[in-house]
T-cell receptor, first 111, second 116 residues
Framework: DAKTTQPPSMDCAEGRAANLPCNHSTISGNEYVYWYRQIHSQGPQYIIHGLKNNETNEMASLIITEDRKSSTLILPHATLRDTAVYYCIVRLWSSASKIIFGSGTRLSIRP | DAGVIQSPRHEVTEMGQEVTLRCKPI?????LFWYRQTMMRGLELLIY????????DSGMPEDRFSAKMPNASFSTLKIQPSEPRDSAVYFCASSTPGLGVRETQYFGPGTRLLVL
C-alpha cells in the first residue's frame, strides 16, 4: 500500500504558484520523498526528490517539514501544460527499490 | 537518448490469445520495471529486474503473466491466455545504476492493451 496521503484534486490559476501537499507520517529515516507526475496518456515523469532538506530544480521546489511527516511540491508559475496527476511517493534510496504509486492529486490549471 | 522504448503502442486482441509486450530500457540502466495502469486500480508494479534478474514479482496477477529479461537491452511481458480484465495500459520503466540518491525511474510511453 502507498504510504502517502494526497488530496484527490486541486486547481490553480495559470501563472500562480501551485502548492500540492502530501502527508507521509510513517516515513522512516532512510526513505526519500519523490514526486512524479503523469500527463494524460503519457508515462509518469520524475519531478524532484528529497530526504530532509528543501530541494529546488528547474521544474519545482520541494519543501519537507522538519519532522518529515509531510511535504509540499511547489510549481512556482503554473501553466496549462502542468495539468496532470501528481504522485507523492516515499521509498528507499536503493536503486533497485520499487515505487508504489498512490492515487495522486489531479491538478487542473485554469486559464 | 531515445528513452525507454515500448512496442507495440496499441494492441487489440481477442480473449484467449497470447499477448507479448516488449521493452527496451535506456542504455546503461540496470533496473527495469513493468507497471500496469487501470482506472480502478491505478498504477501497479507487476515485476522488476535488477541486472536482468527478477527481484520482486509479487505484483504479477497470476500464472497467466510472465516476464523475461534475456539481456540488458530487452524485456518482454507475456500474457497467455489473455482475458478482458487484462485490458490496461502497461508501462515499462528503467533506472540508473549505482548511487540511489540520484536514481529515478524513466517511463516509456506505454502499451494500450484491449482484450475483447
Amino acid at each position: 500500500d502507498a504510504k502517502t496521503t494526497q488530496p484527490p484534486s486541486m486547481d490553480c490559476a495559470e501563472g500562480r504558484a501551485a502548492n500540492l501537499p502530501c502527508n507521509h507520517s510513517t516515513i522512516s529515516g532512510n526513505e526519500y520523498v519523490y514526486w512524479y507526475r503523469q500527463i494524460h496518456s503519457q508515462g509518469p515523469q520524475y519531478i524532484i526528490h528529497g530526504l530532509k532538506n528543501n530541494e529546488t530544480n528547474e521544474m519545482a521546489s520541494l519543501i519537507i517539514t522538519e519532522d518529515r511527516k509531510s511535504s509540499t511540491l511547489i510549481l512556482p508559475h503554473a501553466t496549462l501544460r502542468d495539468t496532470a496527476v501528481y504522485y507523492c511517493i516515499v521509498r528507499l534510496w536503493s536503486s533497485a527499490s520499487k515505487i508504489i504509486f498512490g492515487s495522486g492529486t489531479r491538478l487542473s490549471i485554469r486559464p | 537518448d531515445a528513452g525507454v522504448i515500448q512496442s507495440p503502442r496499441h494492441e487489440v486482441t481477442e480473449m484467449g490469445q497470447e499477448v507479448t509486450l516488449r521493452c527496451k530500457p535506456i542504455s546503461g540502466h540496470n533496473s527495469l520495471f513493468w507497471y500496469r495502469q487501470t482506472m480502478m486500480r491505478g498504477l501497479e508494479l507487476l515485476i522488476y529486474f535488477n541486472n536482468n534478474v527478477p527481484i520482486d514479482d509479487s505484483g504479477m496477477p497470476e500464472d497467466r503473466f510472465s516476464a523475461k529479461m534475456p539481456n540488458a537491452s530487452f524485456s518482454t511481458l507475456k500474457i497467455q491466455p489473455s482475458e478482458p480484465r487484462d485490458s490496461a495500459v502497461y508501462f515499462c520503466a528503467s533506472s540508473t545504476p549505482g548511487l540511489g540518491v540520484r536514481e529515478t525511474q524513466y517511463f516509456g510511453p506505454g502499451t494500450r492493451l484491449l482484450v475483447l
